[in-house]
């Protein structure tokens, strides 16, 4: 009986999150007039291709394309890095100073500075308008960062540290040579936060970013999906209602091109990813 | 016998080395900006700089606090983060407890994938579904009212259903990925205590009550006490996604009201201002639920 | 143990606000020394006897190309001699853009297009002293903007701000078109299609409005027709003529007895509101009228799916605009006849074009604005080169090649490679010679129809002073967000009007009689 209930809620719940995923690609692979109309419901109706040409003509969104995957692999890059730099030391327990500099690092989460004294910083360093300014801005995340450190904690164990200091490796190799070997599981997670985090993003481009070649892909899917700004919102035309149209359509297909690199990504990770967030969970 | 400080920090230079990098970040990233938090008791003379525009004391303040919305603001911020909170948090527990009772490996697994693939949609795209899906032509909620025999609704353009779609959206897209920490405690656990309950004759529900449960809640408490550090920042970038100038009421909250006065508009002071009030607010919070999980799991963030 | 740990980041953070100092922060400039101003020539062109480069920040409207692709900005390069490093941002974002970039204070020379509200012109003029006065260069470096001044007092006393300098040139237009914002029209394909003569009231209006509805004028067999089509909320402030609420200093005004009088709280605008209600709850007014959806309010204009709607322009419904006629305000339940959406010279923002106090060389910039102040230079800065993208027709009137008009990606875009002018609002002069640019000769049509009707007086907003614009700022903040949302709710019917003395107690309550005050005292002065 209750596995029963345990099992039907299970797969109400599946088609709940499927739902709305499968009626997205459904209807990016449907007629435009018969979606606008309501025609479509799961199965794709009247299936075209043109508004997958139409956003793949689009030159604005690959441009913000490239930004993404260019701002994701670099920022993660560097996100992981800094974040290990930063977790291994204070992860040690003869690590001298140790609370207090965590402390402070922690006490950064829930209080700041601001948008505006934030922004000025930024811009006397001659980041705005630049890629730098959407990957050194967001460098570390205290939150990742408190992960990482409970994983080292609870994963390293002293007698590793102390065996290797006997014979005669230092604190840095300890890092390159044994902690590092030990830890993929914390990498793929890291790198999968990150990477999420920064496909994610549009606030930074926002207030950042003035060149629009250098403009992220979600800010061009809010300008497409959300402003309702397509590149040929030419007035006068005649077909205005025809370009209103193919302007909805392509906003699907704009949805699936868009989402589907990094939900490829996923599987990959995946396997490091949960053992990595088991071991966090448990000692976290 | 005791190392001096110094003499400590020298042998052990190679990991401060290390953090020489991300605690120049930190450093400069966080805690120089702290020093603009000044604006929010300074009239901002952009030409002047922080530093040398005039003091106005708690002007703005005032100005905040006398202001007709004031209450609307904090009500909409508040309630949409308590909602968020009650609904979204237990959530991914309830999930997790479930998926540990599947035993059809397959199955177990099919469920977890599944619903952690929302997590990956950007929040610009989650919001242009919700958008898509509400319009009362076409949108699939309109359709399902209507198999219910209902009028069609927008519910974008509701007040009322507002903060509803925010948190379930929300829940749809990230009760699966935030199961994850939950399902591997529980994985993890050690399966003798329910192999004695089951010989006790405790019914499977009573263990997941008694045993699953408890075990979960030191895990519970910490990301309950993270949670609510954050309250009042709840959602910031998604809920400017969502608004529009008919659900404004409801939607807008101290975060957007701050972006919108405060940014676009270019009132830097007061915008300063209320972020100021807003980050006080969160660290009262903060440590009320730190005090709570300790008196009531004695497990807490420090 | 732990809780004295805390101590040591509290006592960082204060630390760091103490002694950081930010950086570099930049030094208070308050006026930069003028280069010698020997380079610049008086008068002709080229401005300047040397090369000479200025940096730019504007807006750019999506329809435009980037500014340094522009054929019009290409051609007069090479024609002044001044090279205008443009970074200029899109519009998305443009507001945060704008005041972040003030806030920075990393300022360009030239502020072009960036839409400078009064309260900028006010913050950022008067009381930073990050824009530089510009009357002072007007006799001598800008003789054609001058004597439009010269000829116009009264917008020259309306674009200075308190301290009496002006900060900021505007966009002016003297044509006939440009005098109103929106104008009135009908479907005249549908009056006679179903016998109906053009109403001259508002109750033979919503007649014909109800008869738009229910008697498919389109004859496509379908009630598809949507009898009115108001763009936005904000709309509704300017339409209501025939209920005698006028826009006088640009704002929910009338003039009474010489005293500045908001007429949000009137019994005249309840009735407006009511009677917009039942046009409403008829299903005669847009249903969707508040949502900001302008592509769906283009498509609409597009296809014809309006009866009667208001637009400044028929650029946007070019296609089918024959379809359409202007027609006289209407008539009031009073008698009023009034068409109140004036612009009386300024057309669009107070600034359109600004100078920043780092600028070295204040004199050629303004040279190089003063010539779109001109004739000649107003009809390049729109229309463009003659033989290349316009020739003059038979009526000495200017046309644009016909592969503008006509291309596929539409006219708007192949205007935005030419020059600024799609979205409007440069640092130019429109007359009746060059509005033709968005003005169809239906329009200009349409316009006359409602010159007559305009109030005999119009008063342009007074500029208020830094405690006056605070004071404004902090109320209407609050005042024009319930404002909004309260008519919004009355007309779409989700407040009934049983809450109207509520609502004329909540503004009170914010703040409208001090507003209303403080307009009074401005404009005294």
């Not at chain 3, 609050?478 to 909004?484: A, G, Q, S």
Request: net charge neutral; aromatic share 14%.
């Amino acid at each position: 009986m209750f596995i029963s209930i345990t099992y039907a809620i299970s797969v109400f719940l599946v088609c709940v999150v499927l739902y709305p995923l499968i009626f997205v690609v459904s209807a990016s692979f449907s007629d435009p007039d018969l979606v606008l109309s309501g025609k479509v419901v799961l199965l794709p109706k009247g299936f075209t291709l043109k508004p997958y040409a139409m956003v793949f003509e689009n030159e604005e969104i690959w441009m913000g394309y490239l930004n993404t995957v260019i701002y994701t692999v670099l920022g993660t890059f560097i996100n992981v890095v800094m974040t290990i730099l930063l977790a291994y030391p204070l992860s040690r327990h003869d690590m001298p100073l140790r609370k207090p500099i965590t402390l402070m690092i922690v006490f950064t989460m829930y209080f700041e500075g601001g948008m505006i004294p934030t922004y000025l910083l930024v811009r006397q360093l001659g980041l705005y308008d630049t890629i730098w300014a959407m990957i050194i801005p967001t460098a570390i995340s205290t939150y990742n960062f408190i992960v990482a450190k409970s994983f080292f904690e609870s994963s390293i164990p002293k007698e590793l540290y102390e065996s290797a200091e006997i014979d005669g490796c230092s604190d840095i190799r300890t890092l390159g040579q044994i902690v590092i070997p030990l830890s993929p599981a914390i990498i793929a997670v890291l790198a999968l936060y990150y990477a999420v985090d920064t496909w994610n993003s549009y606030f930074n481009a926002l207030i950042y970013l003035q060149n629009e070649k250098l403009f992220p892909l979600q800010i061009i899917l809010r300008n497409i999906l959300l402003l309702g700004q397509t590149e040929q919102m030419g007035s006068n035309d005649v077909g205005m209602g025809e370009k209103i149209k193919m302007a909805e359509a392509i906003k699907y297909s704009a949805i699936v091109i868009s989402s589907l690199p990094i939900l490829c990504v996923y599987p990959f990770i995946q396997k490091y990813f949960v053992k990595g967030v088991m071991i966090g969970a448990v000692k976290g | 016998m005791k190392q001096k400080l110094y003499q400590r920090i020298w042998k052990k230079r190679d990991l401060f080395l290390l953090l020489l990098i991300p605690v120049t970040w930190y450093i400069v990233f966080k805690y120089i900006p702290m020093y603009g938090v000044q604006l929010a008791f300074k009239r901002y003379n952009p030409a002047l700089g922080i530093t040398r525009s005039p003091w106005v004391g708690l002007k703005y303040f005032k100005q905040f606090f006398h202001s007709y919305y004031f209450w609307d603001l904090l009500w909409n911020t508040l309630s949409l983060s308590l909602y968020q909170m009650l609904i979204g948090f237990p959530l991914p527990i309830f999930l997790a407890l479930m998926v540990n009772e599947i035993h059809l490996r397959f199955f177990q697994k099919f469920v977890q994938n599944v619903t952690y693939i929302p997590h990956f949609l950007s929040t610009v795209v989650v919001v242009s579904m919700l958008n898509l899906f509400c319009d009362p032509i076409y949108g699939i909620f309109n359709k399902f009212l209507g198999l219910l025999g209902m009028a069609a609704v927008d519910y974008m353009a509701k007040p009322g259903a507002f903060q509803t779609l925010y948190v379930f959206s929300n829940v749809w897209q990230n009760m699966g990925f935030n199961s994850i920490i939950y399902i591997a405690v529980l994985s993890s656990l050690n399966q003798d205590m329910y192999e004695a309950a089951t010989i006790d004759g405790c019914s499977r529900f009573k263990q997941i009550l008694y045993i699953s449960f408890p075990e979960l809640l030191p895990t519970i408490m910490i990301l309950f006490v993270m949670r609510v550090g954050s309250l009042m920042n709840v959602g910031f970038e998604k809920v400017l996604l969502m608004q529009n100038p008919v659900n404004m009421s409801r939607s807008n909250i101290i975060a957007t009201f701050v972006y919108t006065n405060g940014i676009q508009k270019g009132e830097f002071s007061y915008s300063t201002a209320i972020g100021l009030f807003n980050s006080v607010i969160n660290f009262i919070l903060l440590f009320g639920a730190n005090r709570f999980s300790k008196k009531l799991t004695g497990s807490s963030l420090w | 143990m732990k809780k004295r740990l805390l101590v040591l980041p509290i006592l960082f953070a204060a630390m760091s606000m103490l002694f950081a100092n930010g950086g570099r922060e930049t030094q208070a400039v308050v006026y930069q020394p003028a280069r010698k101003t020997e380079i610049v020539n008086a008068v002709g062109f080229p401005i300047v006897s040397q090369p000479l480069a200025l940096t730019v920040f504007g807006i750019r409207d999506q329809n435009q190309a980037a500014w340094k692709d522009m054929l019009v900005f290409q051609e007069y390069e090479k024609k002044t001699g001044i090279h205008m490093d443009f970074k200029e941002t899109p519009d998305q974002g443009k507001d945060e853009k704008k005041s972040l970039l003030f806030a920075s204070n990393e300022l360009p020379d030239v502020f072009l297009r960036s839409q400078l509200t009064p309260a900028e012109l006010e913050k950022y003029g008067v009381q930073s002293h990050q824009l530089i006065p510009l009357d002072p260069y007007l006799a001598q470096y800008a003789p054609n903007l001058n004597e439009l001044l010269n000829e116009h007092p009264e917008i020259k006393k309306a674009i200075a701000c308190s301290d009496g300098h002006i900060y900021g040139f505007p966009q002016l237009d003297f044509s006939a078109t440009g005098s109103m914002g929106f104008k009135q029209w009908i479907n005249k394909d549908w009056l006679s299609k179903l016998g109906l003569r053009v109403p001259k009231t508002v109750d033979e209006f919503t007649d014909v409005l109800r008869a738009f509805k229910t008697q498919d004028p389109n004859g496509n067999g379908e009630m598809d027709e949507i009898p009115l089509g108001i763009r936005e909320s904000s709309s509704v402030y300017v339409l209501g003529g025939a209920f005698g609420l006028q826009k006088q200093m640009d704002n929910t005004i009338n003039i009474v007895n010489g005293k500045v009088h908001f007429w949000l709280k009137d019994e005249r605008f309840k009735e407006y509101l009511q009677w917009l209600h039942q046009l409403y709850a008829e299903g005669l007014l847009w249903k969707d009228y508040y949502k900001r959806d302008l592509p769906k309010w283009r498509a609409n204009l597009s296809t014809a799916k309006f009866g009667a709607f208001y637009m400044p322009y028929s650029d946007v419904f070019m296609n089918v605009e024959n379809q359409f006629d202007g027609l006289a305000p209407l008539k009031g339940p009073y008698g009023d006849q009034l068409w109140v959406d004036v612009n009386s010279g300024i057309n669009g923002s107070r600034g359109s074009f600004a100078l920043s106090n780092t600028c070295k060389d204040p004199e050629a910039a303004i040279r190089w604005v003063d010539y779109f102040y001109s004739d000649e230079g107003s009809l390049f800065f729109r229309y463009g080169i003659e033989a290349v993208t316009y020739t003059l027709d038979t009526d000495g009137e200017p046309q644009f090649m016909p592969e503008i008009l006509n291309d596929p990606k539409g006219f708007m875009t192949a205007l935005g490679k030419i020059n600024l002018v799609p979205g409007g609002d440069n640092p130019t002069i429109i007359t009746d010679k060059t509005d033709g640019v968005v003005a169809s000769k239906l329009t200009k049509k349409v316009a006359a129809m409602m010159i007559p009707y305009i109030p005999k007086d119009h008063y342009l907003a007074p500029s208020f002073n830094q405690d006056e614009m605070d004071e404004f700022i902090a109320i209407t903040q609050d005042l024009y967000t319930y404002r909004d949302q309260a008519v919004t709710k009355f007309i779409i019917g989700e407040w009934s009007f049983d809450k109207w003395d509520e609502y004329c107690n909540t503004l009170d309550q914010i703040g409208l009689p001090r507003l209303e005050a403080i307009y009074q005292e401005a404009s005294e002065r």
